[in-house]
């Protein structure tokens, strides 16, 4: 697995692992403010998709089920889904220019 042994593929992959794990605890932080209500301070949801948006979608899926957040919005059922093949897509287009 060449995207693992050059150093463009390990930056790569250290980006997607940060920003997924970000994204992560940003949900599961979100959600704990949504319990205590403190309203004022929680996350936007413009900010959740932006985080789906560069390469944070696997982060913010997995925070969706195990925080069990934002899972009935609609526009996060189908959005984040599909963030995910868009930045599957994105990533293969970026490997196959980069490596």
Known sequence: MELLTTLPGQILIGIFATINIWAFFVMGHDKRKAIRGHNAERAPEGKMFFLATIFGSIGV?????????KTRKWYFQLGIPLLILQNLATGWVVWG???
């Open 61 to 69: 899926y997995l925070g969706m089920l195990a925080f069990r957040h």
């Open 97 to 99: 220019v980069l490596i």
